[in-house]
């Protein structure tokens, strides 16, 4: 299949999250490692790495990295994102597409910095890309169109599922899917904790949960089952699931889950706040 990427993909910042995306484009073959280049803020050890491993190009100057991509991947901290803006922001052209990655960041605040007909994105993503699993939700800017939508689904794509969702959804996507994988890690912790307390040893308590998550995971995602009613079949009247079961709701753990998850949601809102203030400080 022809690729739909033919230009360059620049990424300002070079995280775990940007190292991931170009991993996963390379390896599904959306782009080739001389189109993409990597910039960040000064971290000249981290940009050598990524070219030595991946051999993509980097670049020391942000304002080259705009100047010659088709796509733009804003893949810094959101409080960095007013800042950065505000450097390079006047060098991006009409028809190049802006990817942000940044969490809380409007794509009203990126296109008023940046030309008329310029084409933002914002995703989601969450840091099972690092092993090709992300859940993602993308939405559109006002001036992108179709096809930059079909671009940026191929790219991410490589890194996971792909989902779209109107903008006034991203904060409550940040903080379901985008927080939701240290959730996870955080139950599992537990159980590998209550394996040993009552008797496993570490290597066998870590194995049972992680392979029992894996399954019950792949149980919902093959039968599409309610998972109230998987609960209910694993749960017999009277029985061990059903007594330790009880100690979970005593302890309020669905409330304090539903309650993170909002509180998480109600963060990004806050970060989509921050960087208004911090594009006012730079201005001053």
């Known amino acids: 299949m022809e690729r739909m990427l033919t230009g360059n993909v620049g990424f300002l910042g070079a995280g ?8 996963g484009m390379l390896n599904a073959g959306v782009v080739q490692p001389e189109q993409v280049l990597v910039s960040n803020r000064s971290d000249r050890e981290r940009l050598a790495d990524l070219n030595r491993r991946y051999g993509v ?35 991006f052209r009409p028809g190049q597409i802006v990817l942000s990655l940044a969490a809380g960041i409007a794509t009203s605040f990126i296109e008023e910095r940046v030309a008329d007909g310029v084409m933002v994105v914002r995703a989601m993503p ?3 890309c690092q ?5 993602t939700a993308v939405c559109l800017g006002r001036a992108a169109t179709p096809e930059a939508m079909r671009l940026v689904t191929e790219m991410l794509a490589s890194v996971g ?8 959804q991203m904060d409550a996507v940040t903080g379901l899917s985008g927080s939701g994988p240290a959730y996870v890690y955080y139950i599992v912790e537990a159980m590998i904790e209550a394996g040993e307390a009552v008797g496993l040893a570490p290597e066998v308590a870590r ?34 699931t059903a007594a330790g079961l009880q100690v979970l709701r005593e302890a309020g753990f669905a409330q304090a889950l539903i309650s993170a998850i909002v509180r998480a949601t109600e963060r990004s809102r806050e970060l989509g706040r921050m960087p208004a203030q911090a594009a006012t400080e730079v201005g001053d």
Request: net charge negative; glycine share 10%; hydrophobic share 40%.
């Open 131 to 135: 092993v090709g699993e992300s859940a």
């Open 126 to 128: 969450n840091t099972s």
């Open 207 to 240: 194995a049972l949960t992680l392979q029992t998550l894996k399954g019950a995971a792949l149980t919902l995602a093959t039968t599409g089952a309610d998972p109230a009613v998987l609960r209910e079949q694993v749960t017999s009247p009277g029985g061990t």
């Open 161 to 168: 599922q792909v989902y779209t969702v109107p903008e006034e």
């Open 57 to 91: 190009r980097t670049a020391g100057s942000k304002g080259y990295v705009v100047d010659v991509c088709q796509v733009v991947v804003l893949a810094c901290k959101p409080k960095d994102v007013a800042g950065l803006l505000a450097e390079v922001g006047g060098r």
């Open 16 to 23: 775990a999250i940007a190292e991931a995306l170009i991993r």
